[in-house]
Every structure is written in C-alpha cells, then in structure tokens.
C-alpha cells in the first residue's frame, strides 16, 4: 500500500514487491557467512523496489559513491522514476534501506530488454551496482547479485550481462557470468 | 497517418517517425559511394520506424537471418510491439524497407536504457543489426549505422555501446566505437 512520504508524495514502489518473491534464495550457489537472505538481509535492513520516497533517503547520494549524479532535483526524479515505471517488466531496481534510519544503503538495477528474437525474448542487464560505504564488507553487494541473477529468467530474460573492470571480473564470476570468446565490448561517449 | 494491414491491423509505427528527422546526416563521419543518406537510401528503399504491419513484411524472416527467432504468432508480435511502443523513448527499432516489393530488407535497434546517474541521463546500446542476404553490398548495415548513432545523443545518451564478435571490431570502429582498456563484458545464458 502506498504510504506518504515526508514532502508528502506518494511512496510509490518503482515494481510490484510481489515480484521479489519469484526469487528463490534456496537455488542460491554462494555461501553467506554469517548467513543472510533477501527475506533477511541483516539487522534493521530490508531489501524492496526502489520507492518513489528514496529520493528522500539518500538514493542519488548513495549513486554517487558509484559515478557522477549530477545536480537532480525532486521533480526530475519522479519524471524519471515514473518514466520507469511506465514501462512494464523494464527497470528493476532493487534497494536496501536501513529501516530504523530510512536510509538506502545499496542498491543494484536489472535493467530488461524486450526482443523480437528468442521467440520474443529479453535480454537483463546489471547495471548500477553499489553499496554505501559504511556497510560495504556485509555482503550486500552480493546478496543483490544473487537475489537479480535468480530474479533474471524468472521475469523472462534468456541472457543476462554485464560490464565491469578488470578487478571485479572474479567477483562476477561467483554468480555464474563469464567472459565469452569472440565478444567484444565497444563503446563511445558524447558527453559525461 | 494510421493505415491498413493486409490483415487489417492498424499499422502503426513503433515511435514517431518525426525522432527520425533528429538525424543530422551531413554530421556523419562516412563515406558513401554511391551517395546515399538516411533520407535517400537506395532505389525504392525507405527508412522508417518498425511498424506492426511489418509482421506482414518479413521481419522476423530477416532477424531470422541474424539469430534464433522461433514460432512468433501474430499475437506474440503485436503484444511485445505495443509492450516497446509503451516504453517511451525506450525502443528504436529502424527498419528499411522496399516499398515496391514490400519486405522489410534490413533493420538495427537503438535501444535506450534510462537511468538516475549522468543527470537523469540514458545509455544506448545497438542492437540486433541484420541486412538481408540478397541486399547486402549496398552499405545498408552502414547507413543504418550512422544513423543510429547520430540519433542516439538527440535522444538523450551520454553513451552508446555494443557487443561484437571479433571480424566486426575494425567495422564498428569507423563509427566511432572503440574497445576500452579496463572494460570487461561478462553474460550469462539461461536458455537459447
């Protein structure tokens, strides 16, 4: 149920919750020590769609432990998120909030899209994965690899990628992705 | 203007064709000989959006040239044709088709991702670019090229990406793309 936030808004989720449930931890492959899940993520945390509200949470200040935000008011957020939102099945971020200080901690996005190939197929990609600074060594990077690597074919995805430097590579290959023979990376810039 | 299908569909196309006039071609890099432009492409070829007529036009006969397709219905075609028409700037799937023979010929999607970081900004990626066999030799995988990135920044990318197997790096290259030091693309596949 939607619920206000301080500015009055609307706490709109960016995707049903519900479809955080399609994912199924027990066909997991890491090991967690101590043991934590997407039902329980750790103490006082809680692991959701990113919510209209965020904005007040610390969304874009945690983005940009990860690369350059920018100056985003409130109102080009809700464009963006509602942008988002209209499009079904596409942008499924997922964050962690610190409950008792309603602040997001981490988030990582499954990004979806649809095909014609594939007997109308999709295709998810990881993008925009961080965690805040004081709650990095938790696992939660982690946890939200996992919990969008198991979310991925249950919304449709038929292949799943993602790009990442070289010191990462091994971290990313715990979670079942790997460099393929024969695939080249290319990419150009217009502006930062 | 809405016209008829064969079928009697409504044939409408994907995104406005007006986004098309964003492309600036005496911007682009190369070379043509013959001279051919995104508003002049050849004898009896047009480029335009995809539109829902084109099931009727062979278009997933030409993306079978690329790659697995499958038994597509009409229905399964039209439901993800309005699924991406839903998406608003999400999805430019640019087509060429021969207007004499009605076939679609040739076809390259520039697909949006939005995003919070860069200023609200969006990536693009290129996506599945196929040119029909008897069609090829006529720089069309080229002009379609050139005309997707020459769209992407006037639709709001900071950046635009693609993956390609290794005889096309030299290809990709003259539009601009490069392969950047410290940048790994990893997949994963859950099915074909």
């Given at each position: ?20 449930d ?11 020590k ?34 350059k ?55 998810g ?68």
């Amino acid at each position: 149920m939607d619920k206000q936030t301080e500015n009055g808004m609307e706490d709109t989720p960016l995707f049903d919750p519900k479809i955080l449930d399609l994912i199924d931890f027990s066909k997991c492959n890491g090991e967690y020590k101590p043991k934590i899940s997407n039902k329980n993520p750790g103490d006082n945390l809680h692991l959701r769609p990113l919510s209209l509200g965020d904005f007040d949470r610390g969304f874009l200040k945690l983005l940009s432990e990860l690369t350059k935000v920018g100056d985003v008011s409130q109102k080009q957020f809700a464009d963006r998120f509602h942008q988002m939102k209209a499009c079904p099945g596409g942008y499924f971020i997922t964050v962690l909030e610190n409950t008792e200080t309603q602040e997001v901690v981490a988030t990582a996005t499954l990004a979806v899209e649809t095909k014609f190939i594939h007997s109308t197929g999709a295709r998810g990609r990881i993008e925009d994965v961080v965690v805040s600074k004081q709650y990095r060594g938790k696992q939660l990077g982690k946890l939200l690899l996992d919990c969008l690597t198991l979310l991925a074919p249950k919304v449709g995805c038929y292949k799943l990628s993602l790009e990442c430097k070289d010191p990462l590579v091994d971290f990313y290959s715990t979670f079942g992705f790997s460099k393929e023979v024969n695939q080249n990376y290319m990419v150009q810039r217009f502006w930062d």
